[in-house]
């Protein structure tokens, strides 16, 4: 009885430690907002032109009227799904295409010495021309703003991923061989500890650049999507709810990426302090 008690009173301190250390981290983390908010609405108050700078009653206003699904051009659920599902399919599209080439061109150099001007040649291209270019090509359809990302993001994995195939000792890829290690355990035990700290990264940054440039893509001549409700709110000149669709994109990327690639990093972590050459040899008879 008395141990269970002492043990209690011991371990409380370290759970009240703990809690007032994410207190501390969500507060320092709040602060910044809230002092650019003040600044903000000291601003617009102090400009006193509502219409082109909103204040911050005027936004949550706006942020009401998306929430509660009424807009001006159609249902505001509709455009943000529309939105959200041409990111995701962009961002699996280059996340597939941009793995699997990178594996390929890290592990052989051939490859990656053949693709390596066409993929600058990629990264050096605007968003926008890609868009324009797509749209020309296939025509205005939702084709367009998946293929102009997937053209954008694929490089930009592929350079990551073959930087991590690179990075595998081939040592212990020859070690491996020698010793008959089943493709299976050579893949899970000596590649992916090297291979998925890049993937997760590359997959973290794809998505958040997906939910970026896919904005860029709609305004051009997509009838559906956030980028289209920004594009319809600028030409009337009312910055409010254009400000309120930006917080509304914010606040759906920060969502994916604590509830996803969060959780992505600490499972990623479990990779990282594995030692390649030990588990790939150590389970071989």
């Known amino acids: 009885m008395t141990t269970a008690t002492t043990s209690h009173a011991i371990s409380r301190p370290v759970g009240n430690g703990r809690r007032g250390k994410t207190l501390r981290r969500v507060l320092l983390g709040l602060l910044p907002v809230v002092v650019l908010v003040a600044l903000w609405w000291a601003g617009a108050a102090a400009l006193d032109r509502p219409r082109v700078y909103p204040t911050p009653p005027l936004v949550l206003e706006a942020l009401g009227a998306i929430a509660s699904g009424q807009g001006e051009v159609g249902s505001t659920y509709v455009h943000i799904a529309a939105t959200i599902l041409r990111a995701t399919a962009a961002f699996a599209v280059s996340l597939v295409l941009g793995t699997a080439l990178g594996i390929v061109a890290g592990r052989i150099p051939l490859v990656f010495s053949l693709l ?102 709609e305004v051009v001549g997509l009838a559906t999507g956030v980028g289209y409700e920004v594009k319809y709110w600028y030409t009337r000149l009312f910055m409010a709810p254009i400000v309120a669709w930006a917080v509304v994109m914010i606040v759906f990327g920060i969502l994916v990426d604590y509830l996803v690639f969060g959780r992505l990093e600490r499972w990623v972590g479990r990779w990282k302090g594995r030692t390649a050459g030990e588990v790939t040899l150590g389970r071989v008879e």
């Open 116 to 217: 390596e001007n066409v993929i600058w040649v990629f990264l050096a291209v605007p968003s926008i021309v890609w868009v324009f270019i797509f749209a020309v090509a296939l025509g205005i359809s939702n084709v367009v703003p998946v293929a102009a990302l997937a053209a954008l993001l694929t490089p930009m994995v592929l350079v990551n991923v073959a930087e991590g195939a690179k990075s595998v000792p081939s040592d212990l890829v020859e070690m491996s061989r020698s010793y008959h290690v089943t493709t299976w355990q050579r893949t899970k035990g000596l590649f992916l500890p090297y291979l998925v700290p890049y993937i997760a990264s590359s997959a973290r940054t794809a998505f958040a650049l997906a939910l970026k440039l896919v904005l860029v893509a």
